[in-house]
């Protein structure tokens, strides 16, 4: 196609401005990566031609390698990544019970009011089936030796450098994708030699940083684009406008995480879902009450206890994410919608119905391709 602009010079326009070096590098048709806790969703999206990254910091090495088989088994040879969560500075080694004991008494009493006052339900699980505790080095270590046997195809760190794991990774055939928050995060793992960097911007859900979308992925491409290394856009993308957003900024394509959680394969119950469906950027907040981290959740009654004056200072990581597990699995076993919270950004408001994964794909790249012909037409 040939672009023709008022000065009167003509550019050779690419026929597919969704075919990007990621899709070079990955073999795969649309520049659309899916962050997911769920293996079906994974599939259903690396099978209509995007990319999916299974996360699995919550699992011990024995799930996480049935997981990567379950998907072997139905990708076709295609690729596909796993997520885990890496952090540099981690509590020594500690048990669920060592850790849990550290909790001092007042913030337990805090946790106590709480649950009285909203008439939290006790969780079905006993607390080391559901209190995520494992953030320390021994378990993150375990589980990458299982990605390594498995030599799978991408290995992502959600937070934390994965500089120390790129020569063993490399050798293997393995790529390696760093998540950053910070321009000079993403300049320190590139000249690490790492393989791909998401910039992900405040906009975003889960554990994020406090630079803007907008402002984040440009940043960072400006860094990466003299080392050829691609950069994804994370961050309150849910429409094929963000994807041709996130282009137009020097991305070569997207990770997204909200826009699949209410979909028709996610394993997330029910009433969770339909809250999701419902939810509007404004629903969502950005705290530390959940786990010590900032994070980018939707708002429920346990944020608004601990903005209020008589709650004790919030707890470092993991102790804080520990004391809130209880809340946050109880209102899940009994499917509270009045106490439950997700993990969602502030892209939540154009999810709002529960549409197949493929179709979730195919509507934001036919939305993306609008946009670029929009741009393209000569009608206006
Ligand atoms: C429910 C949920 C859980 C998440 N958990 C993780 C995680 O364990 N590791 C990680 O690297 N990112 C995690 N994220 C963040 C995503 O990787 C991604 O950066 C984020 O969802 C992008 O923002 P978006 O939701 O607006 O698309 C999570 C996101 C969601 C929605």
């Keep these: 196609m040939v672009f023709s602009c008022s000065i009167g010079a003509t550019f050779e326009v690419m026929s597919d401005p969704l075919h990007t070096q990621l899709c070079d590098k990955l073999g795969i048709e649309y520049p659309v990566v899916a962050f997911t806790h769920c293996k079906d969703v994974a599939v259903a999206v690396i099978n209509a031609g995007g990319f999916a990254v ?10 996480i390698a049935a997981e990567v088989k379950w ?9 596909f990544g796993i ?3 890496l952090p540099a500075s981690v509590p020594e080694e500690k048990t669920v019970e060592e850790l849990l004991a550290m909790i001092p008494q007042e913030h337990r009493d805090f946790e106590q009011l709480i649950k009285k006052k909203y008439d939290v339900p006790a969780p079905k699980t006993a607390p080391e089936l559901h209190t995520w505790g494992g953030l320390d080095q021994k378990r993150a270590l375990a589980q990458l030796e299982v990605l390594f046997d498995e030599k799978v195809p991408v290995i992502a760190s959600g937070l934390g450098s994965p500089a120390f794991m790129l020569d063993r990774a490399h050798g293997l055939g393995i790529q390696v994708w760093g998540l950053v928050g910070k321009a000079r995060q993403a300049k320190k793992q590139i000249d690490a030699g790492t393989d791909v960097i998401i910039a992900q911007g405040y906009d975003a859900a889960g554990h994020t940083g406090n630079i803007g979308t907008f402002s984040i ?11 050829g290394v691609p950069v994804l856009a994370a961050g309150g993308v849910t429409t094929g406008r963000h994807l041709a957003a996130a282009l137009a900024l020097g991305a070569a394509g997207v ?7 209410a979909s028709r394969e996610s394993d997330l119950n029910l009433p969770l879902k339909e809250l999701l469906l419902e939810a509007t950027a404004e629903d969502t907040v950005y705290s530390n009450a959940i786990s010590g981290y900032t994070m980018r959740t939707t708002r429920c009654p346990w944020h608004n206890e601990w903005r209020s004056e008589e709650a004790p200072e919030v707890l470092k990581p ?4 520990m004391l809130s597990s209880d809340y946050i699995q109880g209102s899940l076993d009994y499917q509270r ?4 919270t997700e993990a969602a950004g502030q892209g939540i408001g154009y999810v709002t119905e529960m549409k197949p994964a493929r179709q979730i794909l195919s509507d934001i790249v036919e939305e993306a391709l609008d946009v670029f012909d929009g741009f393209l037409s000569d009608d206006d």
């Design 255 to 261: 990770w997204t995480g909200s826009l699949w959680l």
């Design 337 to 340: 919608k009045d106490l439950m």
């Design 71 to 79: 998907i072997r088994d139905r990708v076709g040879g295609k690729p």
């Design 83 to 85: 997520d885990l969560v």
């Design 217 to 227: 992925v440009p940043q960072v491409v400006d860094v990466a684009r003299p080392a």
């Design 318 to 321: 993991p102790l804080q994410m």
């Design 54 to 63: 299974l996360g699995e910091a919550m699992h011990t090495p024995d799930q």
